[in-house]
DNA sequence: CACGCTATCTACCAAACGGTAGATAAACTA
DNA sequence: TAGTTTATCTACCGTTTGGTAGATAGCGTG
C-alpha cells in the first residue's frame, strides 16, 4: 500500500496506534493464536524486531489490543448507564447502545472471536474477559433493576442473545442485525 | 494413568476411537490451534508417529473428531424433527433439545469453541461450520413455518439466543441453563 | 554540518511444530 | 514354535515460531 520507502520511522504514538489498529483486524479475523508476530509486523511494513521495539513481546501486544478497545467503547456506554429508570427508557438506551456497536463491526469481531478463544483458562486473556463480562453483566442488572422483576436473570438473557446474534451475525452476514434486535426487545422489554 | 507397560496395542477401531474421544476434549477446551499433534497423542499415552498411523495428517484428525459429533448428536433430533405443529409442541420438542444436549458438556464446548474458532475462512473447520449452520437454521425454519408469522427470523433469534446462552454458560458455569431457556422460550413460544 | 538519539533493520538462535523413514514388538495363524 | 502382520516407537528433517544482539539510518538540535 505504502509506496514502499524501504524504512518509514514514526513517532511513537503514532506508530504504536498503527500496530494497535492493524493488530485488531487481524485477531478479529483469525483469532489471537491464528496470528504471528511477523504477520502483526508485516502488516504494518515493518519486521518482528522493529514491532517488538514497541511492545515486548506478543502477548503484550494483545493485552494492549483490548485496552484499547475498552477506552473506545467502554466510556461512549459508561457515563449514559448510571441511572435506573423505566422500561421504554432502558430499550432505547440499549438500542442506542446496539446501534453504535453494529457499525464498528471489526471490533465487534474482536471481541466476538477473542472472547471465545479466551475460554481456555490458559489464554493470555482469560482473566480479562472473566472479569470483563461480569462487570458488565452486573452493570446491565443494575441498570435494570428500578423496574425488572428479575434483573439478574434478565441481564444474563440479554447478554446472551447479543453475543450469539453478534456471533451469527459474523457468520452470515445476510442477517439483518437491527430487525432481530428489536423484535426480540418488542418481546423482552414489556413488564 | 495406565500402569505403563510401555507399549500399548489395540485394535484400530478401539484406538481411534479413544483418540477421537480424547481429542474431543482437548479442542474443546483449547480449540483446535491451541493443541498440537504431540498434545493429541500424549492424551492417549501415544506418540505423535503411533497417532498418525491411525489419522493421516492433524487436520484429518478434526475432520473425524466433527464427524463424530455429527453421528452422536443429528442423529438423535433430526428423526423427531420433520412434522410441523403448533407451537406448544414446538417448545417441548425444542425443550427436549435443549436438555439432551445440556447433559454433553464437552460437546456443546467442542461444537461452541470450534465455531467461533471456524470464523475465520483460512480454517479447516469453516466450510464445515458454514454448510451445517445454514442447514440447522432451514431445519428450524420448516419446523416453525406451519404457526410462527416469521419462521426466518425466529429460527434465527432462537439459535442466537441458544449460541449466546452455551457461550455465557461456559465462561460462567454459576448460569441456569434450563432456567433461562425456560424464562426465553415463555415469550418466544407465544403466538 | 556534525552529533546524538532511537526507530528500524539484518542476522541469528533455540524451541516447537507437523510430518516421514525405518526399526521394534505385540498379537494372530499355521 | 516360526512366520506374518501391523500397531507403535525412536530418530530425524525442514519449517516456523517468538525473541535477542548488534548494525544502520532517519530525525531533531547545536
Redesign the pocket.
Known amino acids: 500500500m505504502t509506496p514502499s520507502p ?5 513517532p ?1 504514538a503514532e ?1 504504536r496506534e498503527e500496530i494497535l489498529k492493524a493488530a485488531t483486524e487481524l485477531i478479529a479475523a483469525s483469532g489471537f493464536k491464528g496470528v ?3 504477520a502483526f509486523a508485516a502488516a504494518c ?6 514491532l ?3 511492545f ?4 503484550e501486544l494483545l493485552i494492549a489490543v483490548l485496552e484499547r478497545r475498552d477506552e473506545l467503547d467502554l466510556t461512549s456506554v459508561v457515563d449514559t448507564l448510571e441511572p435506573a429508570p423505566d422500561p421504554a427508557t432502558a430499550r432505547a438506551v440499549m438500542s442506542g447502545f446496539v446501534r453504535r456497536n453494529l457499525v464498528q463491526r471489526s471490533l465487534v469481531q474482536l471481541y466476538t472471536v477473542l472472547s471465545a478463544e479466551a475460554l481456555d483458562p490458559a489464554h493470555p486473556a482469560h482473566a480479562y474477559f472473566r472479569t470483563r463480562l461480569r462487570e458488565g453483566r452486573a452493570m446491565i442488572e443494575r441498570y435494570l433493576l428500578a423496574w425488572h422483576p428479575r434483573p439478574g436473570q434478565a441481564a444474563v438473557e440479554l447478554l446472551a442473545f447479543l453475543d450469539g446474534l453478534q456471533l451469527n451475525w459474523l457468520r452470515d452476514a445476510g442477517i439483518d442485525f437491527l430487525a432481530q434486535w428489536e423484535t426480540f426487545a418488542d418481546r423482552f422489554f414489556t413488564a
Open positions: 524501504g524504512r518509514r520511522r514514526l511513537p506508530r504471528t508476530l511477523e511494513g515493518m519486521t518482528k524486531a522493529g517488538l521495539h514497541h515486548r513481546s506478543r502477548e
